[in-house]
């Protein structure tokens, strides 16, 4: 029987980062992922705070090669007359972290998954894991399947829960749960031939809303576009069987779109993936945890999925640390990876619960400095969501103006808002 001392199901950014991290602590770490890399994955626009995590991996030079650098992101309003304003991170409140990139993703995993490797993990790909035993004393009994479907099995003193939207643990114990307060699809694919931005602002993400929800467009470095439109589960429902023209079709919906368009040739097959946002109010039990996507996705707009994922994976190892090791403060150590997983969630969740009202689209057309309010935003943005209350009292001025611009045109918000039909209140302060 193959043992090891901690299992992690999963090589995506949260799984490579937290085993990576792992073996050079000098633990006996294997990896399963049910893909063979590198491997297709939405996702390619990065943030400035996780570069710190590059360097901390020693990934940092491999990735600045693929990444086409990214200094900010255009919002662009079609209800502002096409009016676009573009958000820097150099201007947050910590102007260390100016920069982030763009990649793609197949490339981007695999050079995290290569390192893990590297640095001492043994990494399985093309084996999906189909079950685990977490009432085995001991040694936890994990089952997986090869690409021939063979059965192996492995025991494991830990088990790392790092599969993504398939969040396969949540979904074993039954705590996976839709977000009721947010429901979002996406449709995409990648494009030649999209007019870029000029000069330094080339590599920057474009936003544009519209009247289904918004779109992103996210350029690559060899010339590509990853475009995408994330809408209401209703709108995608419509789409039939032909994506790549649904996706053509939801573009026409945007006059600004369709101009960056004009001459754009779609080279990959489009893909859709329906309500995606969810959360598990299970994130850490005796001997498994979860991390990154596994146990919460909410939406796309902030860009924030990877750093989240990456974040919550080095903020997982204490847990394991000290559950292996026996120590006496695991109870609070849980209670602290539980605490600052939600954090994270709940500041992004406000906002991308409101993204799509008139009153947001205002305030984020109209930035304006006062007291730090911009800076606090453009720290968000920017992934800045961990240190605790540093943008905190700017962010609930932002909020105070929210509903002063909700109340000054409450008609259109409240029109719009009812046809959202959520309940808003963030579902991230459930006990876990
Ligand atoms: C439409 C859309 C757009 C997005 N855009 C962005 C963006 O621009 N920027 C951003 O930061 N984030 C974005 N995200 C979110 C981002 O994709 C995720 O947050 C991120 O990939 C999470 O990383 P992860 O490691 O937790 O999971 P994943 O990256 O999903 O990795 C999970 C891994 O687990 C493996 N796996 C799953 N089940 C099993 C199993 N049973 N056995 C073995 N292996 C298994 C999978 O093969 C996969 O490799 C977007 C998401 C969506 C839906």
Known sequence: MNQCDILVIGGGPAGSTISTLLSEKG?????????KHPRFHIGESLLPLSLPIFDKLGVRDQIEKIGMLKRGAEFVSQYHNGANVTYYF?????????IAYQVRRAEFDHILL?????????????????????????????????????PIEWKARYIVDATGRDSF???KLGTRKNN????????????????????????????????????????????????????????????????DKFLWDTISGSPDV????????MTIETRATGNYSYYS???????HILIGDSFAFIDPIFSSGVHLAMTSAI???????????????LSSTKREYVRKSKQGLKTLSWFIYRMTQPAMRNLFMNPRNIFGIEEAVLSMLAGDLYRKNSIDIQLFLFKILYYINFCVRWKENWGAYKRRKPKVKDNFSMSM
């Open 169 to 171: 643990l949540a979904k």
């Open 315 to 329: 903020n997982a190892i204490d847990v394991i640390e000290a559950t292996l090791n026996g120590t006496p403060k």
């Open 114 to 150: 290569s390192n893990s490797r590297d640095k001492g993990t043994q990494v399985f790909e093309e084996m999906r894991v189909t079950d685990v035993d977490l009432d085995s004393n001991g040694m936890r009994l994990i089952t997986a399947e090869n690409c021939n479907g063979d």
């Open 281 to 287: 109010d299970h994130l850490v039990g005796e001997n």
């Open 27 to 35: 633990w006996k770490v294997v990896l399963l992922d049910k893909d």
């Open 258 to 265: 369709t101009r960056r368009m004009k001459n754009a040739k």
């Open 90 to 98: 150099k201007g947050a409140k910590d102007k260390n972290h100016p």
């Open 180 to 243: 009721r307060f947010h429901k979002s699809s996406a449709i995409f694919s990648h494009f030649e031939n999209v007019e870029r931005l000029q000069g330094e602002d080339e590599g920057n993400i474009s936003i544009y809303w519209f009247d289904n929800g918004w779109f992103w467009m996210i350029p690559l470095v060899d010339g590509t576009m990853s475009v995408g439109a994330v809408c209401t589960p209703s709108y995608l429902q419509n789409c039939g069987k032909d994506l």
